[in-house]
């Protein structure tokens, strides 16, 4: 049986928590996009996970006195990349409409410049990569937005499966 107060609850924690990951995910595209040589950027892309589950076990002790199902684990980690990809899509459609400038794609672009020898020499052939990129680079603001919404939500989806897992705790009887 549903219980809607929960589903309520949820979404409310999800909607905080959602903000705070597109604050992270805005800091490290722009680190990303302006400082393409520090890792810094990356760092935070791969500090996705660790923080979900970081704001699901607070969500679990401070909200939920430490008990949360898989589902409401699943679901709070559901709903919070689902926001965190619809706030991220904004900022990425502002960037791609009166900033980017092609920066993007070029950027992309350099870096499979820099790749593609070593894709070579394991036998990996590039033009898929560059045929890509050439896509990437034709369509519109609202096109690349759109499409790294639906990635993150659809990765989203994975890493909020590997949440509930370890973030999920029963009562103790």
Known sequence: MLNILSLIQVKAFARIDGALLALLWTASFVLMIYLPQSMLGSLLIVATPFFVL???IKFRTNALDG???F???FAYGCFTFFYASMLFAVVQFLYFQFLD???FVQML???LKIIGPIYKQNGIDTADAYATLGILSGMSPIEKAFTFMMQNIFIGSFVSLFAALIGARRARH
């Open 54 to 56: 970081w704001r699901l």
């Open 67 to 69: 008990v949360i199902s």
């Open 71 to 73: 589902r409401r684990a």
């Open 101 to 103: 400038s092609g920066k």
């Open 109 to 111: 672009l350099d870096a």
